[in-house]
């Protein structure tokens, strides 16, 4: 099972781009990379999915290098409501289990 | 439903007593799991349902934990004997295992409190 590295917490502020790199050293072939995000007292939410290069949906982008053993979160302009957890997840279906990491707590201020 | 639903949203209970949390997947998913997590900590995996059945149960803390699903569809956690440190939000997320990937749709989970 791939086990995944992030960094425990990061601060930002309001307008800044934001980049957390989370390290999968031991990932599988057929293993994607996928980011969720999670608010107090809900359940994680999916913010985007990848194998390799980048990918960009709405709200994010997601920068995954040739060897794969890490990928790059950035999010465009935080603001407030951009304070939460994001966990980096590595697994597919084959997976039988999706093991999360610690998760990294982002704090953006005004 | 649209989203997955788990039920109830907040239980209190005794110490020693059973508990029954029920988690209702987004229609068509076949993938279920079920996550423990505590006040400040992150997701422990507890149990993985394809269909119906369960490939791997070693992420059930203790044998007082059990999970069922029925008709590929609702699953139940049964939490016997509950303890104090039972305490925690669980979990449940269903995916519709297309293709290769997994995506993960979660509930709001179940608050639990063991006094």
């Known amino acids: 099972l791939a086990k995944t590295t992030q960094p425990i917490s990061m601060d930002s502020y309001e307008g800044q781009e934001v980049n957390i790199t989370c390290s999968h050293n031991?990932?599988?072939?057929?293993?994607?990379i996928t980011w969720y995000q999670q608010f107090p007292s809900q359940g994680p939410r999916f913010i985007i999915q990848?194998?390799?290069t980048k990918v960009t949906n709405e709200v994010a982008s997601l920068f995954i290098p040739a060897d794969r053993k890490s990928s790059t979160l950035s999010l465009p302009r935080v603001s407030l409501s951009d304070t939460a957890v994001y966990y980096c997840?590595?697994?597919?279906?084959?997976?039988?289990?999706?093991?999360f990491g610690t998760g990294t707590l982002l704090a953006v201020q005004p | 439903g649209a989203g997955v639903s788990q039920s109830p949203s907040n239980k209190v209970t005794e110490k020693g007593k059973d508990v029954e949390l029920r988690c209702d997947p987004i229609?068509?998913?076949?993938?279920l799991y079920w996550y423990r997590q505590s006040l400040g900590q992150g997701l422990e995996f507890l149990i993985y349902?394809?269909?119906?059945?369960?490939?791997?149960k070693s992420g059930l803390p203790s044998d007082r934990f059990s999970a069922e699903r029925t008709g590929g569809s609702v699953s139940t956690l049964t939490i016997q004997r509950t303890q104090q440190e039972d305490s925690a939000v669980y979990l449940c997320?269903?995916?519709?295992?297309?293709?290769?990937?997994?995506?993960?749709?979660f509930g709001s989970g179940t608050q639990l409190s063991v006094l």
């Open positions: 229609s068509g998913h076949t993938a």
């Open positions: 990848g194998y390799k």
């Open positions: 997320a269903s995916s519709p295992r297309t293709g290769d990937n997994e995506k993960l749709f």
């Open positions: 031991n990932i599988a072939t057929n293993d994607y």
């Open positions: 997840l590595v697994g597919g279906w084959a997976t039988n289990k999706l093991i």
């Open positions: 349902f394809q269909g119906n059945s369960a490939p791997d």
